[in-house]
């Protein structure tokens, strides 16, 4: 059975960074487009960023342009989210999710896979 595995959230203040790790086994990794949504306390979950099969390609909601780094290592079966300048608004739980070709990326109905989330809080 699929399931991925964030890890890496945890409480920081603003302005600080942490970075999210989430593990896919079970999944040929490679062959799949990964993204990070977040879900903030009483919010609709949104979309945060995308990373395609091979990391030619990523893309980012405009709240964390400039702040937040996707990337992946395909030999790891790993994703990462390098998340710096932290805002409070930026509370949430954090899911990795995993798609063929999700057009759009924002779209959480063409994600197939999904893990069951990491903890952020940012705090003053």
């Known amino acids: 059975q699929v399931q991925p595995v964030e890890s890496g959230g945890g409480s920081v203040q603003a302005g600080g960074s942490l970075k999210l790790s989430c593990t896919a086994s079970g999944l040929t990794f490679h062959g799949y487009a990964m993204a990070w949504f977040r879900q903030a306390p009483g919010k609709e979950r949104e979309a945060v960023s995308y990373i395609n099969y091979n990391s030619g390609t990523t893309d980012y909601a405009d709240s964390v342009k400039g702040r937040f780094t996707i990337s992946r290592d395909n030999a790891k079966s790993t994703l990462y989210l390098q998340m710096n300048s932290l805002k409070l608004e930026d509370t949430a739980m954090y899911y990795c999710?995993?798609?063929?070709?999700?057009?759009?990326?924002?779209?959480?109905?063409?994600?197939?896979?999904w893990g069951q989330g990491t903890l952020v809080t940012v705090s003053s």
């Open positions: 999710a995993a798609a063929g070709d999700p057009r759009p990326w924002t779209a959480e109905n063409e994600y197939r896979y």
